[in-house]
């Protein structure tokens, strides 16, 4: 990294000082030149962003207090600035979007004489800002401040939260920004449509030791921050005691913390492609680097999972149900597919707090060894308390016993002390060499970075709203790689077998339904990330659909290179992805048909054979009427595509010969 720095008051220190540096305002622009991000510090500190010369971000006041006074003063003064940049690459242990990320960006540094300093980058795709503080010993944050105003008239794809208890699986309505009143407030993240072309995404990065971000409404087409408060007592809720709590009581402040720390990034991806947000690896590349030294045993897969299906069987010769038999099926099947591992969600311990022992109906030291066997690893489903309360003695025994993983979940809380549960959770459970996916989650705020362990992460409406809900329409699980899957995997749980068109759907909670067509869902494979990405049906509905299911198990967890060929937030999306020498190529629309056209250029020099998964010619009738067909393609060429109403296209793309 090269950091090249201009420090302002050599010549005449006193003089600069006395008046201050902040008089002229800074600017920053992005490697590409075309994103400009202009800060002021003269009496409050503000900043906006332009895109060639559009607004993307108006001028926005920032600030941040500790104990009901400003890190910055009333009118700050400058004491230096710092030009910086940085060019280098990063290969994640564990790869979502591509293996190499391209680290590159140009910065400023701006120190205060309170002794605080705002640093801010530029990226060819958005920019972000943090507070570093130097203040002695621990300080008590009273409240950060973000008042981000956006253009006149510019919309939003808004999460709306009802609770600051959230298990943040939310729908993304498109709303009139200034029609949000501050009584209103979303999660993570958010993104905004301000007119002229260009899109904005934000989101933060680098989250420790500090709450979680929502924003509210305000006056006009303006989103301000909102915090959750320090927590002093929590309370099991009578309804549901062993997984919901109750806030008893607040502190006045929002995180206790080490007074010299730099605070989460402020992250806004930038783009007036859409694809852009298809691509983006800003959130990962603006956290830390990986704490973790031996990560060999870290192993992305597919997981055969049992509660969506309610372990429904059919065609057996044993009761169905949580039992060893049942287990042994599912164990059976993963095998015999190639998935790597199988779930075993609640119901596998004595209780949903006593999870260091088994359920007496099922043999759990016989299924890890049978998985064994067979090449497949058992992760095991748990609540946040008990963990929390126990995880020094519950680690080691998983990893004693040969778990490979947990799945924690109903954390619901976004708070300081939530927050560090997932710090000290992840680490722990690396210490074990234990996997973690976090479910009732808030979204990733680039902790995975730090420790890639920290496979997947819910926070998302994902398929098992499909058991009791109407709410995953096609519009709907094509929003969700604009929003919810820009910031880190998503644990969305594909693989619904029964599809059912909108108008016909209905929800079951044993016997769920997904909405769109087959492809649609196998679909979901290429286009959703998730190193450990789940298979939700039933084994039993699996092997009926065999043809769907080999075609499935064939599809990686991670890429090594992500392209966004085509796309429309809300509407479409087209998109390659490459693992190795193969090509993986995932379509999918909205509730319209639609008629989309590969472009087949990103292919290196060679003929490749084309193995696609598609909407059959009834599809629009039946949705689940699918056809599969091979063709061959070199580099240039241009293959047209149908999709039905709710539809979708999948392309398995192999050099000729391999």
């Not at 016909?504 to 016997?511: D, G, K, M, T, V």
Request: charged share 25%.
């Amino acid at each position: 990294m090269m950091l090249r720095k201009r420090t302002l008051f050599i010549l005449f220190p006193s003089l600069l000082l006395s008046l201050g540096v902040s008089a002229a305002s800074q600017r920053v622009h992005s490697p590409d030149g075309r994103l400009v991000m202009e800060i002021d510090v003269e009496g409050t500190v503000t900043f906006a962003v332009r895109l060639e010369g559009t607004v993307a971000v108006a001028p926005s006041v920032i600030d941040l207090a500790f104990a009901g006074k400003s890190v910055l003063g009333t009118r700050p003064e400058v004491t230096d600035i710092e030009e910086t940049a940085g060019d280098v690459w990063i290969e994640p242990v564990v790869a979502r979007r591509r293996a190499r990320i391209h680290d590159r960006y140009n910065g400023l540094r701006i120190a205060f004489e309170t002794g605080s300093a705002l640093e801010f980058r530029a990226y060819n795709d958005g920019v972000a800002y943090r507070f570093v503080t130097r203040e002695p010993g621990e300080v008590e944050v009273t409240h950060e401040r973000m008042d981000f105003r956006f253009p006149d008239g510019t919309m939003t794809w808004f999460p709306e939260e009802e609770s600051i208890i959230s298990h943040n699986e939310r729908l993304y309505p498109y709303l009139e920004l200034a029609e949000i009143d501050a009584g209103r407030f979303c999660s993570l993240p958010v993104l905004l449509d301000p007119p002229g072309g260009v899109k904005v995404l934000f989101s933060e990065a680098d989250l420790y030791d500090y709450p979680s971000l929502f924003m509210k409404g305000g006056e006009g087409a303006v989103l301000s921050s909102k915090h959750p408060l320090f927590v002093l007592e929590a309370m099991p809720d009578p309804e549901r005691p062993d997984r919901n709590q109750v806030i008893g009581k607040e502190a006045d402040y929002i995180a206790r913390t080490d007074g010299t720390r730099n605070f989460p990034w402020r992250v806004f991806i930038i783009g007036d492609n859409d694809g852009t947000f298809l691509e983006s690896e800003l959130i990962f590349t603006l956290s830390r680097p990986p704490a973790l030294e031996d990560t060999a045993w870290i192993r992305p897969g597919r997981v055969a999972w049992d509660w969506y299906n309610a372990n429904n069987f059919f065609g057996v010769d044993f009761k169905s149900g949580i039992n060893t038999e049942s287990y042994k099926y599912f164990i059976d099947f993963a095998a015999e597919y190639g998935l790597e591992y199988v779930i075993l969600d609640e119901g596998w311990s004595r209780s949903t707090t006593a999870i260091d022992e088994p359920n007496p109906d099922i043999d759990l030291p016989g299924l890890i060894a049978y998985g064994r066997e067979r090449g497949v690893g058992i992760i095991l489903w748990a609540l946040w308390g008990p963990v929390a309360r126990d995880r020094e003695t519950l680690f080691p025994l998983y990893h004693q016993w040969g778990v490979k993983g947990v799945k924690i979940d109903f954390m619901q809380r976004s708070d300081q002390e939530m927050v560090n549960f997932y710090h000290e959770t992840v680490k722990l459970a690396a210490e074990n060499q234990l996997l973690v996916d976090f479910h009732g989650a808030f979204k990733p705020g680039g902790l995975r970075r730090a420790y890639p362990n920290y496979i997947t992460c819910e926070g998302v409406r994902g398929n098992e709203w499909n058991k009791w809900s109407h709410d995953n329409t096609p519009t709907h699980t094509v929003t969700l790689p604009f929003t919810r899957m820009v910031v880190g995997p998503m644990d969305y749980t594909p693989g619904a077998m029964t599809n059912l068109h909108v108008e016909e759907h209905y929800y079951a909670h044993a016997r769920p339904a997904g909405m769109g067509t087959r492809a649609h869902e196998v679909a979901k494979y290429v286009l959703y990330e998730s190193p450990l990405q789940m298979l939700c049906d039933s084994p039993s509905v699996y092997r009926r659909e065999a043809a769907t299911t080999r075609f499935i198990s064939r599809i990686p967890t991670t890429w090594d290179e992500t392209q966004a060929l085509d796309a429309k937030v809300a509407e479409y999306l087209l998109v390659a992805r490459r693992k190795g020498n193969a090509w993986y190529v995932g379509a999918m629309t909205n509730e319209e048909p639609r008629s989309l056209v590969v472009d087949w250029s990103f292919l290196p020099e060679g003929e490749f054979l084309v193995e696609i998964f598609a909407d059959g010619i009834n599809a629009d009738r039946h949705a689940e009427d699918y056809k599969m067909k091979e063709i061959r393609v070199s580099s240039g060429d241009r293959t047209g595509i149908s999709l039905a109403p709710g539809g979708g296209w999948t392309a398995i793309v192999s050099p000729k010969g391999e």
